[in-house]
């Protein structure tokens, strides 16, 4: 039950954490990501049961062609456990987050941490269309301490410190009318929605 909160005193003795002082911060995997961006964006589909998902084009070749999808709609907002997982290619969606090959075994995950992850939030047509929708359901940004408030408790489950608040409202009242969705995306490319403290 250690915290992930860092002392001083403690990282000065230890920086390397040998110790054990405090509790490492630790990503979440490619599903739990997937499917957090969804639910904080309300599209993700909770239905149980039933056929499973396909992020990869539908082809009516003799041979099986593996396109992966650019688009998505409501049919692949199930949760991931619903995936269809091909063998030998990769979907396109989330290989950036150490999403194994289902070729190959793997007992143990590789965690990496790259600007290719944050750049896949930042212009991927999913990480886009999330972001938008989770801006819209912040609700009006023209009220902007009140936008960046309900935009914290919906992504992060907090309130935002007081420099969060006036940074963010700061640059949606300044940045044009794709600011909601941009200020929702650098929530959902952070740090503090993809790891658990």
Not at 3 to 18: H, V
């Amino acid at each position: 039950q250690q915290g992930a909160e860092l002392k001083p005193a403690n990282l000065k003795a230890d920086p390397e954490n040998k110790l054990w002082w405090h509790r490492p911060a630790r990503r979440l995997e490619a599903e739990a990501i997937r499917d957090s961006i969804l639910f904080v964006s309300g599209k993700l589909d909770l239905r149980m049961g039933g056929p499973g998902f396909s992020l990869f084009e539908p082809n009516s070749n003799y041979v099986r062609v593996y396109k992966p999808k650019e688009t998505f709609g409501p049919d692949e907002f199930r949760r991931m456990i619903y995936m269809h997982k091909t063998r030998m290619h990769s979907d396109g969606v989330f290989g950036a987050f150490d999403c194994p090959d289902g070729g190959q075994i793997a007992p143990k995950r590789n965690v990496s941490t790259t600007p290719l992850q944050a750049l896949w939030m930042m212009n991927s047509p999913f990480g886009i269309a999330c972001a938008d929708a989770l801006a819209k359901r912040a609700g009006n940004p023209a009220q902007p301490d009140e936008w960046v408030s309900k935009l914290h408790r919906l992504a992060l489950q907090r309130q935002p410190s007081r420099d969060e608040t006036e940074l963010m409202a700061s640059f949606l009242r300044t940045a044009g009318p794709e600011a909601p969705r941009q200020a929702a995306q650098a929530l959902l490319a952070g740090n503090a929605f993809s790891f658990v403290d």
